[in-house]
């Protein structure tokens, strides 16, 4: 299931950043803008690999976000799918329960 992805400029930490010291939100978002982008690695990739690092940090909330997101990059289920073995494979049965969230309808 495709759904819209979240505009990560609308989460709530970024929203906190916007609102209280516009500097700061600024260089997170150029940061985030550079590192997220298609490079030596396709954004894409780079989408899964912070879903795989969310659901390892056990972030349930944010990996339907990036699951999302990478979708909207083009990722397929298959690949979501195999993000979610990697995340099992490093962290364990909570880091794929964790990952399991990009599927949640």
């Avoid at 759904?3 to 929203?15: E, G, R």
């Avoid at 550079?34 to 690999?49: F, H, I, Q, T």
């Avoid at 997101?69 to 909570?94: C, D, F, K, N």
Wanted: aromatic share 4%; glycine share 6%; charged share 25%.
């Amino acid at each position: 299931m495709m759904t819209q992805p979240q505009d990560i400029t609308k989460v709530f930490h970024m929203q906190v950043l916007a609102d209280r010291d516009r500097e700061m939100h600024d260089l997170v978002s150029g940061v985030r803008a550079r590192a997220m982008s298609d490079g030596a690695l396709p954004a894409k990739v780079k989408s899964l690999m912070a879903m795989l690092g969310d659901a390892l940090n056990h972030r349930s909330t944010a990996v339907p976000v990036l699951a999302n997101v990478a979708r909207s990059q083009g990722a397929t289920e298959e690949e979501i799918m195999e993000t979610t073995e990697v995340a099992y494979w490093l962290g364990g049965i909570h880091a794929f329960n964790c990952a399991a969230e990009a599927f949640r309808k």
